[in-house]
């Protein structure tokens, strides 16, 4: 008997679902980066309007909820996001989820290079290292609606909508240094690079 569960339901198991996110106002009163072409975000840091996007690395965790490869472990990563704009949609992360999720379920742990390899090839606009090499990251988003406090899946963020990406990655265990960058299909030749250490890591 198989012991498959649909993609969604396993990012949602990761933990990663337990920040607290307000709405647009949680990132007011923060430093203006503008739009500056390269911009490096740390755990907790928060910049108010980068391109018309706030975005706040708001943590890391360790997910225990599936199967591992021998010698790695997952990894997840909320970025809260509210876009600024008055009216642009802004595309963020895995734009097939669904017709991944058929072709690749989510586990078994045999399908795992797979899973990740799918996803990621849906989610270009991130990339992600870890102790200099490249590892695969996918990201998901969810809205944040704040009149019924309550999210919902989506593949794009609307004007003034607020939300969090969450990311996924497998990393060797043992990793020291983690890099993600941002490479927004909406701003050309700009980046916002993520950086995490295995001290940020909070684990489930």
Request: net charge negative; proline share 4%; aromatic share 8%.
């Amino acid at each position: 008997m198989s012991n498959c569960i649909s993609r969604r339901a396993f990012l949602k198991g990761a933990g990663a679902s337990v920040v607290a996110l307000g709405a647009s106002g949680m990132l007011a009163g923060c430093k203006q980066n503008g739009s500056s072409t390269v911009v490096s975000v740390k755990v907790g840091d928060k910049v108010s309007n980068w391109n018309g996007l706030g975005v706040q690395l708001s943590s890391l965790f360790g997910v225990d909820t599936a199967p591992q490869q021998e010698g790695y472990e997952y990894l997840a990563v909320l970025v809260t996001v509210v876009n600024r704009t008055k009216d642009q949609t802004f595309t963020i992360g895995a734009q097939n989820v669904d017709a991944i999720d058929a072709a690749y379920p989510v586990p078994p742990a045999s399908n795992v290079d797979a899973n990740f390899h799918a996803l990621a090839a849906d989610t270009t606009d991130f990339v992600a290292s870890c102790d200099g090499q490249t590892v695969e990251c996918t990201a998901t988003i969810s809205l944040y609606n704040q009149n019924s406090q309550s999210f919902s899946d989506s593949t794009t963020l609307p004007p003034q909508g607020s939300g969090y990406v969450q990311m996924l990655l497998m990393v060797p265990k043992g990793w020291k240094e983690l890099e993600v960058t941002y490479m927004p299909t909406f701003v050309a030749d700009k980046t916002l690079t993520f950086t995490m250490k295995a001290a940020d890591v909070t684990r489930a």
